[in-house]
């Protein structure tokens, strides 16, 4: 009995006299999970600040001009069972978001896919080698540039009007424009949204400053 009441006292005496081998472990640990979660966070903010701002560097908008069809006195669009002509043009409008992203667009399509290979039906494109070169570069002011006029029947127009818009640079690139028929998904609207929310606060820090 004696021996058993003495045991777990020298058991604590041995641990004391052979100290583990590796005393700093958890602060070693701690700080190497320190430095990872730095890393990562500062990834994480790169990769984000490159999505909203270096990114294409710009955002493309546009709408459409219709000729040919009086929505004041028809109270609405053109749907399938209408008949005669109208005139489709979309009107591009390219906000640059990094001064430092030249982009020159070389032509405004109207088509169902970027993909070169598959575009899908091609309703217009119109190139713009004529228009002055600051006119279509982007880095600067809005650009406001006039895709390819569409004749069409009117029953058409809702097929078309809903049909993606896209801007091809000059080094082959295609950027699709956010139209009324093609509203911003996925990361786009990501972007879109971040964007926005960094417009409203700088407004609102100049405003207050001036």
Not at 31 to 60: E, Y
Not at 152 to 168: L, T, V
Request: with cysteine; aromatic share 10%; proline share 7%.
């Amino acid at each position: 009995m004696v021996y058993s009441l003495k045991m777990p006292y020298d058991i604590a005496a041995m641990f004391q006299a052979n100290p583990s081998p590796f005393p700093f472990w958890e602060e070693t640990f701690s700080i190497l999970l320190g430095d990872v979660l730095a890393t990562v966070v500062i990834l994480g903010a790169s990769v984000l600040w490159f999505i909203v701002m270096k990114h294409p560097g710009f955002r493309v908008g546009a709408n459409w001009t219709y000729i040919g069809w009086d929505s004041e006195k028809m109270q609405r669009l053109p749907i399938e069972s209408d008949v005669g002509e109208l005139t489709l043009i979309p009107n591009i409008a390219i906000t640059s978001r990094d001064m430092s992203a030249k982009k020159i667009i070389a032509a405004v399509w109207v088509r169902e896919r970027a993909d070169v290979s598959n575009p899908g039906t091609i309703y217009g494109v119109h190139h713009l080698q004529h228009t002055p070169l600051e006119e279509r570069t982007t880095g600067g002011d809005i650009l406001r540039l006039m895709g390819p006029r569409i004749v069409c029947p009117a029953s058409k127009f809702q097929q078309i009007f809903n049909c993606p818009i896209y801007i091809q640079t000059s080094d082959g690139e295609f950027y699709k424009a956010t139209s009324p028929g093609n509203l911003p998904e996925g990361i786009v609207k990501l972007r879109y949204n971040i964007q926005s929310f960094l417009d409203t606060v700088k407004r609102r820090i100049l405003s207050k400053l001036s």
